[in-house]
């Protein structure tokens, strides 16, 4: 990803959309079905992996450590696992593309190891802080040198026997949360880490599936202590990876939005830690309704019938960003298009993603013409009551797939079209996005 053509597309008004989708695989999940899968001793099998570029480069990682790892023709992933303890020193820089999920997990894992590694990534990557994961690993006594500003490229030479630590999480980070518990994982003794605002839990539930002595204890006011007994040995797994409730958000907010839309969206994971979108939608007076509630390996799942509503706009709970960060930016295009203002507040963390998603979305939606007012942390933004958008301008993706994808499905609500520079970043986490977006326009005009 780090040099590629540009793809710039371009966006218009869409008939409604209809017909039935499935969502690929859960990026975190499968990122952790990799890793943990990977540490396993013995053979895991993964069906309905994310074979995005971001699970890819963790892959090539965990290859590249020691793991045997092969895709089989019909679609199901075999891992040989080295066990706990057992990465193996790679060889060359681990290129980590355009993940931070990839980045900081692995920075955990590898800081429990006697081994020393290098990450890269592409410019978007190599811009993002580092330093939350730094810290605590360094407390566990890894070694970490890194470019100017906590950032890539860096590298970790772990330690083992590392020293296990009690961490209070400074921001409400999942992945840092990960970070510190993938490092337990092969050090003696009890590592805890302290979460006052609760985050993606896919990494315990994952751990306590693969085998881990780990346990969580809530205090009265919600804080989680996640507690993980090291020098595990984790047992392997057949997972069935659930679909990315982060990419269903685009199609769902798109048959919100445009007019005459009636849709399924199959097979999306619905973890409560997740799921803030749908709740925020449904009070904006989305039409979403839940089918076949299911559990698909160990995660709620349920197929969401989704018609085109009249929303109206909102003041987004602070409570609720974590368990929809990676949201925000079509919850963004949603605002624009319902009646009256919606407010979202607390959302600094958008700042350091693939790109400042609270600065870049403000601009975009300003150029195609939207009323969007943007504050330090998070955006006002006055809605058009379900009349297009103006449309009309090309928009940065600035290489985050999240801000593109937003604003192609801003286009299919604006009277004239709008173009995104380079779509190329969509295959991070949604390779798909463009076959099954014309597929539910061309059901629609299908007889
Ligand atoms: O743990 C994970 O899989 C992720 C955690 C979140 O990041 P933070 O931990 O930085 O909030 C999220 O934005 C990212 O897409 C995936
Ligand atoms: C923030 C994201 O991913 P990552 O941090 O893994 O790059 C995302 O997918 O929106």
Same mark, same amino acid.
């Given at each position: ?24 695989? =859960? ?13 396993? *001793? ?7 992996? !994310? ?17 045997? @790892?092969?895709? &089989?023709?019909?679609?199901?992933? &075999? ?78 030479? /772990?330690?083992?026997? $590392? ?29 805890? *880490? ?10 315990? &539930?994952? !751990? ?61 994971? !619905? ?19 839940? +089918? ?17 509503? $009249? ?19 079509? +919850? ?9 203002? #919606? ?14 998603? !609270? ?5 975009? %939606? ?10 330090? =942390? /998070? ?7 379900? =009349? ?6 090309? @928009? ?5 797939? &999240? ?16 173009? *995104? ?6 295959? #991070? ?6 076959? %099954? ?11």
């Amino acid at each position: 990803m780090t040099d590629h053509p540009a793809s710039p597309r371009s966006f218009s008004a869409s008939l409604p959309l209809k017909g039935r989708i499935a969502i690929p695989g =859960d990026k975190s999940i499968s990122h952790r079905a990799l890793m943990l899968s990977a540490l396993a *001793v013995g053979e895991s099998r993964v069906t309905g992996l !994310l074979e995005g570029h971001d699970v890819l480069a963790t892959a090539a990682a965990m290859r590249a450590m020691g793991a045997g @790892i092969e895709r &089989r023709d019909d679609g199901e992933w &075999r891992i040989h696992g080295v066990g706990v303890g057992g990465l193996l020193q790679p060889r060359e820089a681990l290129d980590m593309g355009n993940s931070g999920t990839s980045t900081r997990l692995l920075m955990g894992l590898v800081a429990s190891h006697p081994i020393t590694a290098t990450f890269t990534g592409d410019a978007s990557l190599s811009g993002r802080p580092m330093g939350r994961v730094i810290e605590p690993l360094s407390q566990m006594g890894a070694d970490i040198g890194a470019s100017p500003g906590g950032r890539l490229p860096l590298m970790v030479r /772990g330690l083992a026997p $590392a020293i296990p630590l009690a961490y209070r999480l400074p921001m409400a980070s999942a992945q840092v949360k990960s970070a510190v518990l993938l490092a337990g994982l092969n050090t003696p003794g009890i590592t805890e *880490v302290i979460e006052p605002v609760p985050t993606r839990d896919h990494s315990e &539930r994952m !751990l306590c599936g693969f085998g881990a002595d780990l346990e969580v204890e809530t205090d009265a006011d919600g804080t989680r202590h996640i507690r993980i007994r090291g020098e595990a040995e984790l047992k392997p797994q057949t997972i069935v990876v659930p679909g990315d409730p982060s990419s269903a958000a685009f199609f769902i907010v798109a048959a919100l939005i445009v007019p005459g839309s009636d849709i399924t969206v199959a097979n999306v994971g !619905l973890n409560p830690t997740r799921a803030g979108l749908i709740e925020i939608l449904q009070a904006m007076g989305g039409d979403i309704e839940l +089918l076949d509630a299911r559990d698909v390996g160990g995660e709620p799942v349920a197929d969401l019938r989704v018609r085109h509503s $009249a929303l109206k706009g909102i003041d987004v709970d602070p409570a609720v960003a974590p368990s929809m960060i990676d949201e925000f930016p079509i +919850l963004f295009v949603a605002a624009a298009l319902a009646e009256g203002r #919606t407010v979202t507040t607390g959302l600094d963390e958008l700042r350091v993603k693939e790109s400042d998603r !609270l600065s870049v979305m403000a601009t975009g %939606l300003k150029a195609i013409g939207a009323r969007v007012e943007e504050s330090e =942390d /998070g955006l006002i933004i006055d809605g058009t009551g379900g =009349d297009p958008l103006p449309g009309g301008a090309t @928009i940065a993706g600035h290489l985050d797939h &999240r801000i593109c994808m937003s604003f192609a499905i801003a286009g299919l609500v604006s009277t004239t079209p709008v173009t *995104v520079d380079d779509m190329a970043p969509v295959a #991070t986490s949604f390779p798909d996005f463009e076959v %099954l977006l014309a597929g539910l326009q061309g059901a629609a005009g299908a007889p």
